[in-house]
């Protein structure tokens, strides 16, 4: 997960919910590819515009351990669709689907010269991006068309379902950018398939419990609509049908109104073997109904299937792994934070905005019997600070202190020993010092065990490690491609000078 803005320092450190601080992001949508968990989420801007929701881009993260978030950079923005899409605003719900080794992003956007939305997609050959837009126009479009959600059946046909008090669907073709058939409206206004009603219209109307911000999926042969229900303020709710096409059966409230948010959106996945159930709320420091943060928590399903009614925690889920820290680590890869934001694209991603007093946690960290002989990070600054190494807690006593210097822009590996070692399965906290903001970026680290100092390896084919040296202290540092390394001890001088291999 990514880390938190300044005005975010209140966040405790114990609290797992919400999973993602350096930003405001609603409307989870949660994607299982592979080993890897991807969350696509729309963005809350820290400053709302009119009183009115403020979203002008979207988000990726991922994780492989439910604890620790990865972020993949911000690969939408309403300029993806200026070709239909109003500018600067208006990046609504959206979910991700992969296909055929393409992915599939549909969103919500606000149409040029209208005051009603369209539904968009964008394509890419990663969940990363870049993504295009390929049709330069709406899937649909028109009032209450909002919120998509889509699936791919058993047989092939993929479907998109959206609406807001209304629910519509639509057949999608093979290329999954358009739709055929026409749409479908889901009469909502049934009881028996969507609760009981929520009150009247001004025009003494009854209305639909169905409010908005469907989540379609299938498991063991039946279909399951999850969706927000009961106006404003919403929970969440969910039916259930043998066909896709319905009859929908109302099962019931899942979750209640979310703390600090009048909206709740998200949806449950399986992913390893553990079910979860995302959602947003308002409880980030500075939060509320115009500034969601996402949450998630682990249920265990009926036995007939169906869903319990879950309740909310702050603690959040348990990790399903360790983190291996003799392994290169990407810095983005966070489970809490304070004041750092993450930044970067496709091409990497880095830790940044960093000042005195912030701090980044990375939870569940294995490392060993033997334990720790050095850490290795890659920084890129403009002045000099330290990069703080602590255990369990942030006030915790330093074991390895790392000099940062100014690196005329490039990347550069540093390397310090730790002392004394660390061993065990512990939680890791990155700390930092130094005068004035933006001290420097951050963009990976790694341990090496004690004992075998010479085994770091080299960073991911992905960077772009120049090959420029600098000089510290009279000392030849040079970026992983120079070929020299300098090794400091926990509390940063100089211990020795090697050859890397």
Same mark, same amino acid.
Not at 387 to 411: C, H, M, Y
Not at 451 to 460: F, K, L, M, N, R
């Given at each position: 997960m990514a880390c938190g803005a300044s005005w975010m320092m209140a966040v405790a450190v114990w609290a797992q919910n919400p999973i993602i601080c350096d930003r405001y992001t609603a409307d989870p949508a949660p994607y299982v590819h592979g080993d890897t968990l991807y969350l696509f989420v729309d963005?809350?801007?820290?400053?709302?515009?009119?009183?009115?929701?403020?979203? /002008?881009?979207?988000?990726? $993260?991922?994780t492989v351990d439910m604890v620790n978030w990865t972020y993949r950079g911000t690969p939408l923005t309403s300029a993806t669709f200026s070709s239909w899409a109003k500018q600067d605003n208006d990046c609504w719900a959206c979910q991700c689907i992969e296909r055929n080794g393409k992915w599939y992003w549909y969103v919500t956007a606000t149409i040029k010269g209208q005051a009603y939305p369209g539904i968009g997609v964008a394509v890419a050959n990663?969940? #990363?991006?870049?993504?295009?837009?390929?049709?330069?126009?709406?899937?649909? @479009?028109?009032?209450?068309?909002?919120?998509?959600?889509?699936?791919?059946?058993?047989?092939?046909?993929? $479907?998109?379902?959206?609406? &807001? *008090?209304?629910?519509?669907?639509? /057949?999608?073709?093979?290329?999954?950018?358009?739709?055929?058939?026409?749409?479908? +409206?889901?009469?909502t206004k049934d009881e028996s398939a969507f609760g009981p009603y929520k009150g009247y219209d001004d025009n003494g109307n009854p209305k639909?419990?169905?409010?908005?911000?469907?989540?379609?999926?299938?498991? *063991?042969?039946?279909?399951?609509?999850?969706?927000? #229900?009961?106006?404003?303020? =919403?929970h969440w709710a969910y039916s259930t049908a043998e066909k896709i096409t319905g009859p929908w059966k109302y099962q019931g409230k899942v979750m209640g109104q979310a703390d600090g948010s009048f909206t709740i %959106?998200?949806?449950?996945? =399986?992913? /390893?073997? %553990? %079910?979860?159930?995302?959602? %947003?709320?308002g409880k980030l420091p500075g939060g509320g109904g115009y500034k969601r943060s996402t949450c998630v928590e682990e249920f265990t399903? &009926?036995?007939?299937?169906?869903?319990?009614?879950?309740?909310?925690?702050?603690?959040?889920?348990?990790?399903? @792994?360790?983190? &291996?820290?003799? =392994? !290169?680590? +990407?810095?983005?890869?966070?489970?809490?934070?304070?004041?750092? /934001?993450? +930044?970067?694209?496709? &091409?990497?991603c880095y830790v940044t905005n960093i000042s005195s007093g912030d701090y980044v946690k990375v939870r569940n960290v294995d490392f060993g019997t033997t334990g720790t002989g050095t850490i290795k990070v890659r920084v890129r600054a403009t002045g000099k600070a330290t990069?703080?190494?602590?255990?369990?807690?942030?006030?915790?006593?330093? !074991?390895?202190?790392?000099?940062?210097? #100014?690196?005329?822009?490039?990347?550069v590996d540093v390397e310090c020993a730790v002392s004394p070692n660390i061993s065990g399965v512990r939680d890791l906290f990155f700390t930092f010092s130094g005068s004035g903001a933006s001290l420097f970026d951050f963009d990976s680290w790694q341990f090496v065990e004690k004992?075998? +100092?010479?085994?770091?390896?080299?960073?991911?084919a992905e960077r772009k490690a120049p090959a420029a040296v600098y000089s510290l202290s009279g000392v030849q540092l040079a970026t992983p491609q120079g070929g020299i390394n300098i090794v400091r001890d926990g509390q940063g001088a100089v211990k020795k000078v090697r050859k890397k291999r």
């Open positions: 963005h809350d801007e820290d400053v709302t515009e009119n009183g009115y929701f403020t979203m /002008k881009n979207w988000l990726l $993260y991922s990663s969940p #990363a991006g870049p993504y295009k837009d390929p049709i330069k126009k709406p899937l649909v @479009q028109g009032w209450f068309k909002i919120d998509p959600t889509v699936m791919i059946d058993d047989d092939g046909q993929a $479907y998109l379902f959206y609406g &807001n *008090n209304m629910l519509w669907y639509a /057949k999608l073709t093979k290329t999954m950018t358009a739709i055929t058939g026409g749409e479908k +409206e889901v009469t639909t419990n169905f409010e908005e911000a469907s989540w379609i999926y299938k498991k *063991n042969g039946k279909y399951y609509l999850e969706y927000a #229900a009961g106006g404003v303020p =919403e %959106h998200g949806g449950s996945v =399986e992913y /390893k073997g %553990h %079910h979860y159930m995302f959602y %947003h709320n399903p &009926n036995a007939d299937g169906s869903i319990p009614f879950i309740p909310f925690t702050s603690q959040g889920v348990a990790p399903l @792994q360790t983190v &291996n820290p003799y =392994e !290169r680590q +990407e810095a983005e890869t966070i489970n809490q934070c304070s004041g750092v /934001k993450c +930044e970067g694209d496709y &091409n990497g990069l703080q190494v602590r255990i369990d807690k942030k006030s915790n006593p330093i !074991r390895a202190k790392v000099p940062i210097v #100014a690196t005329d822009g490039e990347w004992g075998d +100092e010479t085994a770091v390896t080299q960073p991911s």
